[in-house]
């Protein structure tokens, strides 16, 4: 499972915010929407996304061990 909680403490860190992102050309808005939902993305895109903040991408996504279905 991914999560993108980790950019959320990023861009507060960086004083910065999705939309900031978003008016600066790094994602579009449905990326925006991804990062929300916890939905995947392209390395790519989070490439562009650790350039513009100056971090690692561990400052941007962590993957999150699979909750096992409940029968």
């Given at each position: ?6 950019l ?11 939309v ?25 895109t989070?490439d562009?996304?650790?350039?513009y ?10 993957i ?8």
């Amino acid at each position: 499972m991914i999560s993108y909680a980790p950019l959320a403490a990023t861009l507060v860190k960086k004083k910065k915010k999705r939309v900031d992102m978003i008016r600066d050309g790094v994602i579009t808005r449905g990326t925006s929407t991804k990062f929300a939902k916890s939905e995947y993305t392209t390395l790519q895109t989070l490439d562009r996304v650790c350039q513009y903040l100056g971090c690692q991408i561990q400052d941007v996504v962590e993957i999150l061990p699979d909750t096992p279905a409940s029968d």
